[in-house]
């Protein structure tokens, strides 16, 4: 569950993520990117991004935007990729 219980994010054998509102029952957003089978999700603290762990071997922050989605791969091939965050920023 989001930090404010209005969304939930559920992980998924078909590499998606998908997030729900607790309301509704609709999905909100369905997020591709994992090559194998989503094994854990988590919203951080702040309710604007998502990390994901697939049988990929990757390990995915997701930050939510009302304007677009963006993915970062954390870490895949054994760890050897670096590790960036990109802030999700309105653009003027």
């Not at 990929?56 to 989605?69: G, K």
């Not at 993915?71 to 050897?80: K, Q, S």
Request: charged content about 20%.
């Amino acid at each position: 569950f989001s930090p404010d219980g209005r969304q939930v994010v559920t992980a998924s054998s078909d590499e998606t993520l998908r997030l729900w509102s607790v309301e509704t029952g609709q999905v909100l957003r369905i997020l591709s990117g994992h090559t194998h089978y989503v094994r854990s999700v988590a919203f951080a603290h702040n309710g604007r991004q998502l990390v994901s762990g697939s049988k990929d071997r990757t390990i995915r922050l997701w930050t939510l935007c009302p304007w677009s989605d963006k993915t970062h791969a954390l870490f895949g091939d054994a760890l050897r990729q670096a590790v960036f965050v990109l802030m999700c920023v309105r653009a003027r």
